[in-house]
């Protein structure tokens, strides 16, 4: 019969009363997920909302677009009109690499 060392089964229990390797609990939800907010741009009541796309120069080896030299990408941007009234809400999150158009 062979003996087993006392050191093994130590450690063994010890990691076994421990909880090493035991199944993770949840992480909470968000208490009220109608509270977050939209970082989209959006027209405020009787306005139409029209969308346009703007060219932008862009320099070497940056996002979105990683170019090896200069280059133009087009940022989606939303207009808000209302009767003769008409202003810029700001970029929306599309973007195109490439030629502007």
Known sequence: MRRVPWMGVSLLVAGVLMGCGGV???????????QEQSLEPSCPSGYTSLYLWQCRRLAAHTAPCNYAGPGNYNVLHLYCESGSASYDAGPTSTYACGDCF
Do not use: L, R
């Open 24 to 34: 993770e609990s949840e992480a909470p939800a968000p208490a009220d997920a109608t």
